[in-house]
């Protein structure tokens, strides 16, 4: 579920009196989704989001994150785009939480990816970092290399109930990433959540993307590491080459990778997977019983980890030669 919070009517109703969308014909809770509740809204002058943010975001964020979404979309990337209020402001009250409405986008996210998905996201998230580079304001990504260890720290005493082992492994990689975590590569926006459930297609074309709400300043070629983890596996945990070369192909064709950002990509690609095991096995340990919410297998990810372990260079996932410069 992700709707935590609910909503009156009658609330509804004065929340939008702000704002120039018409008359309310329709509303309805999205079931998708952990982080916020969502709401799909219908009005009359057309279909949008209504999003009421949870105690995970920080309203301080949230110039951040709309903004960023407005920055985008005016530089023709197809993500949701904030509606305006009558004083000129994005973001409401509702239900004593911020709260704000955006745009929605048709499309639906593929359970299934292809290998053309995977090449269109690659091409999408390119196309994102070229546009956020201008993009004025920053945020710390506090779910970066030096967030990690306080989240396991919290986690660790646990981890063995999860897996055999899975305290003592861990340790080890987190140990490795702190030593060797790359501070010289390109900055800049990236979106850190890209995921298959971010990313809309009507058909075989991607029609947008979605969820920027972990949005932050951080290295570009992160961003594409954390696309691999979530686009190039398949089920059984084996790496899918021929997707991986769509992802860095479609990645590279609008933005080169340097050699020094190829280079790091296994090490990146580990940072990653351990980042996503992290916040899973966090929510696993302490999502009560009985909650609706999905819990997701920090396991995966674990095993993802122990895949980019013994990576040696980035042609293992998939790139092809691109007469990159350092
Ligand atoms: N602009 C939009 N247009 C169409 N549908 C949307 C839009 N924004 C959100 N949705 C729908 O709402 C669902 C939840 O949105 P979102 O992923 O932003 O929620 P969340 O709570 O931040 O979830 P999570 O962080 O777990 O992905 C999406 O899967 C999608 O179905
Ligand atoms: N995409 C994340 C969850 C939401 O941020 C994961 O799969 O662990």
Redesign the pocket.
Known sequence: M?VYTDISETDLAAFLRDYDVGELLSYKG?A?????S?FLLHASSGAY?L?LYEKRVNPDDLPFFLGLMQHLSDRGISC?LPVRRKDGTTIGQLAGRPAAL????EGM?MRRPTVEHCREVGAALAAMHLAGSDFSLRRANALSVSGWRPLWERAKPRADEVAPGFAEETEADLAFLEANWPADLPVGVIHA?LFP??VFFLGKRLSGL??F?FACTDLLAYDVAICLNAWCFEKDNSFNLTKGRALLGGYTTVRPLSDREAGMLPVLARGSALRFMLTRLYDWLNTPEGSLVVKKDPLEYLRRMRFHRQVRSPAEYGLEPQGATA
């Open positions: 992700a999205i998708e989704g952990v982080e916020n969502n989001i999003t949701p955006v745009t929605f986008l996210w959540d459930d971010n979605i969820d709400y």
